[in-house]
Nanobody, 124 residues
Framework: QVQLVVSGGGLVQAGGSLKLNCAASGRTISSSAMGWFRQAPGKERDFVAAISSSGSLTYYVDSLKGRFTISRDNAKNTVFLQMNSLKPEDTAVYYC?????????????????WGQGTQVTVSS
């Protein structure tokens, strides 16, 4: 069993940056693909980014490429999401997720463990 704790959200002005952290406990996530998703009020949970177990492969939703960066530190059992040039439309609850298997996935249904989510609010 893996527990994921997400931190780093908050209120930021448009154009600002935030870095989200996802700390895992219970077992190592070094063999797990990890993903970030977000959910705005009244909308479905959408894929943001994913990273392979080694960190060598990363995937992003096209609209966020160049602004968001996913990374991981397996020694610290932690995954990160650096968000730059934030826009009001990035406002959402951001979730971290882990798969039992290695290949990353765009689908929320493919992930086995979820963090509690952190609110990111971008003001205009």
């Amino acid at each position: 069993q893996v527990q994921l704790v997400v931190s780093g959200g908050g209120l930021v002005q448009a154009g600002g940056s935030l870095k989200l952290n996802c700390a895992a406990s219970g077992r190592t996530i070094s063999s797990s693909a990890m993903g970030w998703f977000r959910q705005a009020p009244g909308k479905e949970r959408d894929f943001v980014a994913a990273i392979s177990s080694s960190g060598s492969l990363t995937y992003y939703v096209d609209s966020l490429k160049g602004r968001f960066t996913i990374s991981r530190d397996n020694a610290k059992n932690t995954v990160f999401l650096q968000m730059n040039s934030l826009k009001p439309e990035d406002t959402a609850v951001y979730y971290c997720a882990a798969r039992r298997s290695s290949p990353p996935s765009y689908s929320p249904q493919s992930y086995d463990y979820w963090g509690q989510g952190t609110q990111v609010t971008v003001s205009s």
